[in-house]
């Protein structure tokens, strides 16, 4: 059974309906083009060409302004904001929409290049300092001491490692058992 959720918000002073089905959140089309003050048959022909929305719309009942259900051209919300940015309109709303899109694109790709060479800029200051206080402490007997026990620490751990799987080897053979199994 589908799991419909239908919800309003108001945009400009008018309202978008969307709708929820099964988690999939569809927004329609032609509300959306009377905000923006787009001619919406146009811009449905053009969603109908296009090679990737062309598969994405659907034909979805919800309740128009009035309250009257009425089947409504829908796209999937994971589509829309790309669909807004290529519809070509003399709309104010529209160019400021997407002023907004050039920006949000600008963020998200500078921002996630310029965070991982800035990440990448720490990670490299990191082992600098970490190489510089590792030649320090290098003359330090407790360091030096530590690191002792460090090393025999790990090989304590790899003996018991061993030991441990031999152990196993042995307990799984007496009751006939292939430890590869």
């Known amino acids: 059974m589908n799991k ?6 108001e945009f400009n002073g008018k309202v978008l309906p969307f709708l929820s089905v099964d988690g999939t959140w569809y927004i329609a089309v ?4 009377e905000v923006l003050g787009v001619e919406h ?3 449905f022909k053009n969603l109908k060409d296009d090679e990737i929305l062309a598969g994405a719309w ?8 009035s309250g009257r259900l009425q089947e409504m051209v829908c796209l999937p919300e994971r589509f829309v904001y790309g669909w807004l940015f290529g519809i ?18 600008y963020n ?9 060479v800035e990440t990448l800029d720490v990670r490299a200051s990191t082992e600098n300092e970490i190489r510089r206080v590792t030649s320090i402490l290098a003359e330090n007997a407790d360091y030096q001491e530590l690191l002792r026990l460090r090393n025999i620490k790990s090989g304590m751990n790899k003996t018991l490692g061993k030991l441990d799987d031999k152990l196993m ?3 799984t053979g007496l ?5 590869d199994e």
Request: with cysteine.
């Open 58 to 65: 659907a034909k979805q009942p919800m309740h128009d302004t």
């Open 108 to 116: 998200h790709f500078h921002g996630t290049l310029t965070l991982r």
């Open 30 to 33: 032609k509300p959306i083009c």
């Open 169 to 171: 080897e042995k307990q």
């Open 4 to 9: 419909r959720v239908e919800k309003f918000l």
């Open 41 to 43: 048959t146009r811009i």
């Open 175 to 179: 009751f006939g058992i292939d430890a």
């Open 88 to 105: 070509r309109s003399e709309s104010e709303n529209l160019k400021l929409y997407k002023l907004e899109c050039y920006n949000a694109l």
